[in-house]
């Protein structure tokens, strides 16, 4: 949204949004904070918004707290529009080369994260494979009957040594 001020013959300015008076500093403020501000002389309804910004460059130049090198404004003397215009361009240029050089370091995570989301797809897909395979086993397993272990056959081993098996009268043998 752009906020209209409206310059009087004596030279006040005055914020139609606000319905109040404003000081340089003020539309300053503004600007520095993002606001578009249009300017519009009272009496003959020109836009002088170039002549306020200008003005406002022009007071700070004067109070030493001007952002702008030396070398830029020897630049918007010589040239006036143009060099603003070149300006301009320099910039956007610069921004644009900025934002494609961000774009191009995004463009690995970009394809890394696709490379990981088609992981995350194809385990998906094994997991689901697998747990079919399982339920498959399962009923198949229990429906089969087992085969008991075979068992070896016991063999006894004769008695050695001092024993000697025992008569078979029923009663215990007697050492």
Known sequence: ????????????????????????????KWVRDGQEVKVIDNASASDVSAQVLTQIILDEGKRGTSFLPTELLHELVRAGEKAVATGVERVQGKVDRLVQASIDRLGPVRQAREEMSHLR????????????LETEEAPAAAKKPRKPAARKPVTRKPATGA???APRSGKKATK
């Open 121 to 132: 797809d194809r385990l998906s897909d094994l997991e689901k494979t697998l747990s079919a």
């Open 1 to 28: 949204m752009i906020r209209v001020i409206k310059r009087y013959e004596s030279r006040k300015l005055y914020d139609t949004e606000e319905s109040r008076y404003v000081s340089l500093e003020d539309i300053a």
């Open 163 to 165: 024993r000697k098996a």
